[in-house]
Structures are given as structure tokens and as C-alpha cells.
């Protein structure tokens, strides 16, 4: 059973340019959650989707960010006309529906680096 | 408001002694609280995770200390083992709410 699964793992922007961030879940799991990293930062909460919805949002900024978990296909976290200040690395994580928050699984995030 | 204060921030731990990080919460409804391991350029790893019912937990080298009216929890590494040496995240959430609330990081080097 594969983890989690982001992609890529790196990527580089430059100023003004759209960033897509995907996340595969693990197999069952129909949970996802994104978290960003600042330098010797903890991980901020950013959105919680299951299929199709969006559950809470409350830690994504308002604008230029979006996320969406289809129906079918990987998680992607969106951030439109990206500034040096986006530049983190951003953590998926997934869990199965009956577990919830007691074993939420990360990726190994995608490094996002904004020039 | 950070709801979850996480100390210290960097250690430096003799191989074979014990590795202390301590966690204090905020917010009284909080009810999991799971420690994560990261090494450099991985995910946060789950390593172990209490509920305020029990005041210890153990996993092997690992202990979660839960003090609820203090409103703190720590974890013990004993033992410890330059494999050891990797950023230790506390975090907390509570039942009905999946997201997690995660301290700064403890950046650990144990030295050989």
C-alpha cells in the first residue's frame, strides 16, 4: 500500500506564475488535508477536503489560493500569481474516514520555491 | 494566537541520555495530542499519541507524559540514539475535528 503521494517534490516558480500541488491519498483514505511549512516553522493548517467538498478552509488565504479533491484524481492545491512569500514546503496528508484525525498519514511534500 | 507552545527549540543530547521536549495547550477541548517525527526533506512521521484518560504512554524508547491540569505534555526519549537526531513536532485537536495544531518543532542532535 503506498503512502502518500505528492508531486513534484520540488518546484520553481517565478513571480507571477501559477503553482499546482498534487496529493494522492493512500488507497481507502478519503481525507486530505494540506499544511504549510515555513523555515523553523511548525506546519499551519491550510484546508481539509474530503471528495468533492471542502470541509474547512479556514487557514488558506483568501486569495490566490484554492484546492479542490475530485472525484477522481489526486488532491491539488492551486496558488495563482505567486509572490517570494509562497515559497515552503506544503504537506498533504490523508486519513481514513473512521480514524480521522488519529492517524493522519503525510506525504513527503512538495518544496516550493518562488524566484 | 499560537495554541500550542513547544519547548525548547533546539536540544543537543548525549548518546544514551534522555531527550525532553515539552508542550503546553491552550485550548481545553483538545483531547489528542500526537508527537511527529521529521527528518530533513521528509513528511512529518507519526511516532506516538495520548488521550487525556491516561497520564503515560510508552512506545519502546518513547514516552508521552500528559499533565491535564497543567494543560502540558512532554516527550521522554530515552536512551537516546544519534538516529534519533531529527525535528520532534507536538500537536493537539479535538474529537469531531480532524485538523491538527502543531508547536514550532524541537530541532534534536544527539551526539555520538
Known amino acids: 500500500n503506498a503512502g502518500v503521494m505528492q508531486n513534484p517534490r520540488h518546484l520553481v516558480r517565478r513571480r507571477g506564475q501559477e503553482a499546482r500541488l498534487r496529493c494522492s491519498p493512500m488507497?481507502?483514505?478519503?481525507?486530505v488535508y494540506w499544511y504549510r511549512q515555513l523555515p523553523e516553522e511548525g506546519l499551519k493548517f491550510m484546508v481539509y477536503l474530503q471528495k468533492e467538498n471542502i470541509i474547512d478552509e479556514s487557514g488558506m488565504p483568501k486569495e490566490r489560493f484554492s484546492a479542490e479533491f475530485p472525484k477522481e484524481g489526486p488532491s491539488i492545491l492551486r496558488i495563482q500569481q505567486v509572490v517570494r512569500g509562497d515559497s515552503a514546503a506544503y504537506f498533504c496528508a490523508s486519513s481514513p474516514p473512521e480514524l480521522m484525525n488519529t492517524e493522519a498519514f503525510f506525504g513527503q511534500g512538495t518544496r516550493l520555491t518562488v524566484v | 494566537q499560537q495554541q500550542v507552545k513547544q519547548s525548547p527549540q533546539s536540544l543537543i543530547v548525549q548518546k544514551g541520555g534522555i531527550s525532553i521536549i515539552n508542550c503546553a495547550y491552550e485550548n481545553t477541548a483538545f483531547d489528542y495530542f500526537p508527537w511527529y517525527q521529521q527528518f530533513p526533506g521528509k513528511g512529518p512521521a507519526l511516532l506516538i499519541a495520548i488521550r487525556p484518560d491516561v497520564s503515560e504512554k510508552k512506545e519502546g524508547r518513547f514516552t508521552i507524559s500528559f499533565n491535564k491540569s497543567a494543560k502540558q505534555f512532554s516527550l521522554h526519549i530515552m536512551d537516546s540514539q544519534p538516529g534519533d537526531s531529527a525535528t520532534y513536532f507536538c500537536?493537539?485537536?479535538?474529537?469531531?475535528?480532524?485538523?491538527?495544531?502543531f508547536g514550532k518543532g524541537t530541532m534534536l542532535l544527539v551526539s555520538p
Open positions: 500537536a493537539a485537536s479535538y474529537s469531531g475535528y480532524s485538523t491538527l495544531t
Open positions: 488507497k481507502g483514505h478519503s481525507h
